[in-house]
């Protein structure tokens, strides 16, 4: 988790409490002044109500003058809520009072005559009643903390069903979809998302995010895909080329035949393998006769044509996989017969000088006659392969002096 991820289900609650906080301020204060309103009537609706029932009394007590009964009703008086100080002044003078009589001078004061009890003439005095502010304030303060109370309880509510939506339907599928994309990996890119949410017969913005994730997935799957071919393809042109490469460092390009490179490294194992296993080795070096007339007397083209066929005749006559045909240079061809005795060579050289002897018939219509010269020499064990091409080289010349078309031994 990084260090300032901050949930939003915790950023949603802390707006959600400001703004409930905010509201319930503003609320309160509208309330309150309307609670005091309407407290304030009310108390005013009893003292009129308290006055209505006590006036009478006080009018027939103050008649007879009983001044115990007076007092003893304005206790009572007094003694209601909200009710702070209450007072009789009668028209002779005198006064009766009950409460706190400080209340006076700061607080509301209601004023109700008290008329003679047959109603008649002037009235007999007037009754007081001075009203508690502090009981008022009492009455608002109880009905605004009730109500925030209620409040509070509400906008608890409220958050924890937030939360616990959000959690749910938010939080739980988006750090499951963080996680699988964290996951993710070459072995992982084909596991699907699993959201573990309940069946529901709509879609909100989370199906939306996860159908993207799975489109995604899919074309990141494609791309690695065709990413694999592509590789593929390329390693297979690369090992193709690489062929080619290996096969052009030890095969002549014109004919096929293994180069020199090949019988410099090769032709010492042959002689290790023939002195390990004490069985013969032969090699025959062949010329093409007169080819240097052959090129100039039907161009370049002609001569590298005969040099082709005429190693293509000189492999036909070969055990595949044993012999060996190199071309040492020019229109000289080296042979190469493993585990070949004098006799068997000279037959298999005369073949060769046989297959090579032939007429091409040209696209012109003109006929070519070709020949070669062989030279076949056994390996003579201790030998080095240098004295053994110039031995071959020799039977060649012999070859070429005793004129043409023929193996020397
Ligand atoms: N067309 C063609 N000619 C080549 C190639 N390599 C060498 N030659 C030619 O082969 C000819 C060899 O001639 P020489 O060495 O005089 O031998 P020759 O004419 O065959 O005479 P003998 O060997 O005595 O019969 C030269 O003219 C070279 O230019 C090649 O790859 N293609």
């Known amino acids: 988790m990084p260090r300032n991820f901050r949930s939003l289900a915790v950023a949603l609650i802390r707006r959600l409490a400001l703004l409930a906080m905010g509201c ?23 003292i009129q109500y308290v006055a209505g029932s006590n006036v009478p009394m006080l009018s027939v007590a103050l008649w007879d003058i009983e001044p115990e009964v007076v007092q003893r009703q304005l206790d009572v008086i007094a003694a209601r809520p909200g009710v702070g100080f209450v007072r009789v002044n009668v028209v002779t003078g005198q006064m009766f009072e009950s409460g706190d009589a400080s209340l006076l001078y700061h607080n509301r004061v209601s004023r109700f005559l008290i008329p003679t009890p047959a109603g008649g003439g002037k009235p007999l005095g007037e009754l007081l009643i001075v009203v508690k502010d502090g009981y008022i304030y009492q009455q608002v303060a109880l009905s605004l903390a009730g109500m925030l109370l209620g409040y509070l309880l509400l906008t608890v509510l409220i958050c924890a069903l937030v939360v616990y939506v959000l959690r749910r339907d938010l939080e739980q599928p988006m750090r499951t979809m963080a996680a699988f994309a964290g996951r993710l990996g070459p072995q992982t890119l084909t596991s699907p998302l699993q959201l573990q949410r309940a069946q529901r017969p709509t879609q909100d913005e989370i199906d939306l995010v996860a159908a ?14 065709s990413l694999d071919q592509q590789v593929e393809e390329r390693t297979q042109q690369l090992e193709g080329a690489l062929a080619e490469i290996r ?5 002549d390009a014109l004919t096929g035949c293994y180069n020199r490179a090949f019988l410099s490294e090769r ?3 042959e002689t290790a393998r023939a002195q390990r296993s004490g069985q013969p080795l032969a090699l025959v ?23 082709r066929e005429a190693a293509s005749r000189l492999r036909s006559q070969l055990r595949g996989d044993i012999d060996w045909v190199v071309r040492f240079g020019g229109e000289e061809f080296v042979v190469v017969l493993p585990d070949t005795g004098s ?7 005369e073949r060769l000088r046989d297959a090579v002897a032939t007429t091409l018939q040209l ?17 003579q064990p201790g030998e080095c392969m240098d004295d053994w091409l110039k031995r071959a080289d020799a039977l060649l010349y012999r070859a070429k002096m005793h004129g043409r078309n023929r193996v020397e031994s």
Not at 247 to 251: E, F
Not at 285 to 307: A, M, P, R, S, T
Not at 343 to 349: P, Y
Not at 363 to 370: N, P, T, W
């Open 247 to 251: 096969a052009l460092l030890t095969h």
């Open 363 to 379: 696209a012109d219509g003109r006929r070519l006659q070709i020949t070669a010269s062989l030279g076949l020499a056994i390996w």
């Open 343 to 349: 006799d068997n060579a000279r037959q298999v050289a």
């Open 285 to 307: 070096f062949c010329d093409i006769d007169h080819f240097k007339q052959i090129n100039d007397e039907y161009g370049h083209l002609i001569g590298d044509e005969v040099l």
């Open 24 to 46: 319930t301020l503003l609320f309160s204060a509208v309330q309150g002044v309307w609670i005091y309103h309407s407290v304030q009537q009310q108390l005013l609706g009893n």
């Open 212 to 225: 993207g994730f799975v489109t995604l997935q899919n074309a990141l799957t494609e791309h690695i895909d």
């Open 267 to 269: 032709l010492p194992q």
